[in-house]
């Protein structure tokens, strides 16, 4: 049998493709369509962006759903393994405290934000509300805010603006002010100028460095410093340390 022969014989087993002309698997042409920005890529924008209205981190959960069906690269959303797991958990612990401290004691201080936080001044000394304020910030600002809003937002923007520099810039800028103004409802503006700075600088490095994984320790570690200032009821000493 000839070369040709056997090509055909391949094709019509279905162990390879039949040609440049064959019509693409409904599964296929279905998650390109998630990829896009036609009906079914909107409408799964908006579910995703819904999903937290119902329950917290159900739009980060919406988000991995989406990267299946879709078959983006996990990759694409910030799901890359780092190339060394302990530097990038003593550095997103590092990177976290720190920038908590340094926002408590001399940026907040300077946009003349309140030295404790009345949105959250419950939870000085209320070990009854621990259990629900570590599922928030472990589940859902460390691993659903990054996703949500690093991870996804990044992917989708980027598909719209482009990669480069310019366009890196204006999406950390809009994924920093919709991250913000997320914060509005319960924490008021100093939540809002917080939340914003917070969306600059990961969004940054993100943008930098392609990967969450540092980035949702440096969140998580980020909060867990702000609770432990609230719960030992530090903030006002701490906000004082420099600016009286």
Sequence with gaps: MSEQSDTVAAEQKGSIPAGPNMVSPPSDRF??????????????????LGGNVLFVPLSAFLVLIWVRLSRTPWREIGYARPQNWLVSILTGITVGVLFKLVMKAVVMPLLDAPPINPAYHFLAGNTAALPAMLYLILVGAGFGEETLYRGWMFERLGKL????????????????????LAHYAFQGMPGVEQAFIVGLVFGAIFAARGSLFMLMIAH??????ALALIFWDVEATVAHLIFE
């Design 31 to 48: 998650a390109a369509a998630l990829r896009g920005f036609g009906p079914p890529g909107v409408l799964a924008i908006v579910l995703i």
């Design 161 to 180: 603006l482009g990669q480069s520099t310019v366009a890196k810039a204006a999406i950390v800028l809009m994924t920093s002010t919709w991250f913000a």
């Design 220 to 225: 998580a570690s980020f909060d867990l410093t």
